[in-house]
């Protein structure tokens, strides 16, 4: 299944279309705005999530619940639109008054305006924005009810926000509960973590941090030992398309915990009549699930549009000067549990159709059942 996108921070609306979708996906419209209020509320975020509901209107794909096996298509009106018209209009534009010239270091500007040939940064950082990630949480939520009718659940944690670390460690089935604000079972972490983003939110500065994904243990085979089939190089790609991320690695970090081959790998055996393996390369060998939990830790960089600005050049003077201050968050880390959440099980939900076909659930389930 693929996500096609459109829409601008400011603009109306933000659109996407899934396509490539099973029929006979049970989707419950609870779960995808409950998806999105998980984003919407964790902590870090700013004050313009007061002016944005998320409502879904799905258009098209889904009948009494289920899904037709057509495209489906949702749309997500911008809040904030209403104080923007005037620099967002279609047609209807004061281009000069709403310019942006000093560009964001750490931001699409730079490279976006050379890309375009713009003069005007915002002709870049609309499209840019990780506001559109809300449409990546709707339709991925279809995705993630799709892997739950063949048992797979996925659970996300953060582990570190900027010098904080959460160490202690909790079981699958606990990291299952995590939701906002904190998508954490340490209480201890959580409360270190609201007092750093309050430190950070009062010097107008931001934070980056850790997340930890884990999905439950998937049959093998799903994915492909050719390259362009790899399951994990498709669930790193959709992740890295995700603002802000700028690591992904699956298993055990080798940089820290440098492991010999014998311990990394660990062994094959038999279990309940399978051939399975515990090993700490994260649940994919050579491109394919081998039947183990996937383990994928993602590295979230600090929000680079901060309130006090940063030193950078206005493109139109050519003099050095304060990035562009916008309403920004402290931190992406929490916001972004439930989009990666969402990305996982699309690229997933992609690998399990490539092996088992996209037609319908009652064919992609037995198939599942009898590997």
Do not use: W
Not at 130 to 149: E, F, K, Q, Y
């Amino acid at each position: 299944m693929h996500i096609v996108k459109a829409g601008e921070s400011h603009g109306q609306a933000i659109v996407g279309i899934l396509t490539k979708v099973p029929a006979g996906i049970k989707v419950n419209k609870d779960d995808i705005i409950n998806l999105l209020k998980q984003r919407r509320t964790a902590l870090g975020r700013s004050s313009r999530q007061k002016k944005e509901k998320d409502r879904v209107d799905i258009i098209t794909g889904i009948r009494g619940g289920e899904t037709l096996g057509n495209n489906i298509a949702m749309v997500i009106k911008n809040g904030a639109h209403s104080e923007f018209v005037s620099e967002m209009g279609v047609f209807d534009c004061d281009l000069q008054s709403s310019k942006i010239t000093a560009l964001r270091p750490g931001h699409a500007d730079l490279g976006g305006i050379s890309r375009g040939d713009f003069t005007d940064a915002r002709s870049v950082m609309e499209g840019a924005s990780a506001r559109n990630t809300c449409i990546d949480a709707a339709l991925g939520a279809v995705a993630i009810s799709m892997l739950s009718m063949l048992g797979i659940e996925i659970a996300v944690e953060v582990r570190a926000l900027g010098n904080l670390t959460s160490e202690k460690e909790y079981s699958f089935e606990q990291n299952l509960l995590n939701t906002a604000p904190a998508f954490s079972q340490n209480k201890r972490f959580v409360s270190k973590c609201k007092k750093l983003i309050d430190a950070y939110k009062t010097e107008g500065d931001s934070l980056g941090g850790v997340v930890e994904i884990t999905v439950s243990p998937i049959k093998a085979g799903i994915g492909g030992y050719v390259s362009e089939n790899r399951v994990d190089a498709l669930i790193a790609g959709l992740l890295m398309q995700t603002q802000a991320v700028k690591g992904v690695f699956f298993g055990e970090n080798l940089i820290n915990s440098p492991l010999s081959g014998t311990q990394y790998h660990g062994e094959i055996k038999h279990e309940k009549g399978a051939l399975v393996t515990r090993s700490l390369s994260g649940g994919i060998d050579g491109g394919m699930t081998n039947g183990d939990f996937i383990k994928i830790t993602v590295m979230v960089k600090p929000i680079p549009t901060t309130a006090k600005g940063v030193p950078t050049v206005d493109i139109e003077s050519g003099e050095s000067t304060i990035s562009a201050k916008q309403r920004a968050d402290t931190t992406a880390v929490f916001a972004i549990c439930p989009v990666l959440k969402a990305k996982v099980a699309l690229a997933i939900s992609e690998a399990v159709c490539e092996r088992l076909g996209c037609d319908n659930m009652k064919a992609i389930i037995e198939r599942y059942n009898s590997l």
